[in-house]
T-cell receptor, first 110, second 115 residues
Framework: DAKTTQPPSMDCAEGRAANLPCNHSTISGNEYVYWYRQIHSQGPQYIIHGLKNNETNEMASLIITEDRKSSTLILPHATLRDTAVYYCIVPNNAGNMLTFGGGTRLMVKP | NAGVTQTPKFQVLKTGQSMTLQCAQDMNHEYMSWYRQDPGMGLRLIHYSVGAGITDQGEVPNGYNVSRSTTEDFPLRLLSAAPSQTSVYFC??????????????FGEGSWLTVV
């Protein structure tokens, strides 16, 4: 099962883009990368996921490197409500479990 | 959080009591699972189900039972509550396996305190 590594914390100015990196150097060719966030102790909120191509939805963009060893979640115009812990996750090989590591605590500041 | 409903939201139990956390989803998802989150930590998988009548253990199954009699419901039973089970519990569901690109949706959580 692939492991992920994220910086423990990041700051971002309100209105600027927040770029959250994730390293998943042991990922295999058919494993997806998922991003979730958790605000306080609410239920994890799905943001985006991808396999090989870059992905964009109404919340964020996901940039995956060509070798798939790392990815970056981009929140294009961060707001104070984006302050949360962001998790980069690669499901286990069986596809039945998400392993939540420490995540990145993003603080959006005025 | 689309369609995953957990009850109760808050519960206080005495050591040794039993209780059931309820989880229901209305998305016709085959996969359902229970996670627990201890303070300052990530979520850990307790039990999961890949369809009605099928359940399996996750990382931390001891002290918990599950059953899946319908597609919609996946209750989590604490047989004899212990203070170590004080945690926030999250139910989740997905259409299928996540290594096929399916999205997993989480409920809002159930806060359990065992005294």
């Amino acid at each position: 099962d692939a492991k992920t590594t994220q910086p423990p914390s990041m700051d971002c100015a309100e209105g600027r883009a927040a770029n959250l990196p994730c390293n998943h150097s042991t990922i295999s060719g058919n494993e997806y990368v998922y991003w979730y966030r958790q605000i306080h102790s609410q239920g994890p909120q799905y943001i985006i996921h991808g396999l090989k191509n870059n992905e964009t939805n109404e919340m964020a963009s996901l940039i995956i490197t060509e070798d798939r060893k790392s990815s970056t979640l981009i929140l294009p115009h961060a707001t104070l409500r984006d302050t949360a812990v962001y998790y980069c996750i690669v499901p286990n090989n069986a596809g039945n479990m998400l392993t939540f590591g420490g995540g990145t605590r993003l603080m959006v500041k005025p | 959080n689309a369609g995953v409903t957990q009850t109760p939201k808050f519960q206080v139990l005495k050591t040794g009591q039993s209780m059931t956390l309820q989880c229901a989803q209305d998305m016709n998802h085959e996969y359902m699972s229970w996670y627990r989150q201890d303070p300052g930590m990530g979520l850990r998988l307790i039990h999961y189900s890949v369809g009605a009548g099928i359940t399996d253990q996750g990382e931390v199954p001891n002290g918990y039972n599950v059953s899946r009699s319908t597609t919609e419901d996946f209750p989590l039973r604490l047989l004899s509550a212990a203070p170590s089970q004080t945690s926030v519990y999250f139910c989740a569901s997905s259409y299928g396996r996540m290594n096929s690109g399916n999205t997993i949706y989480f409920g809002e959580g159930s806060w359990l305190t065992v005294v």
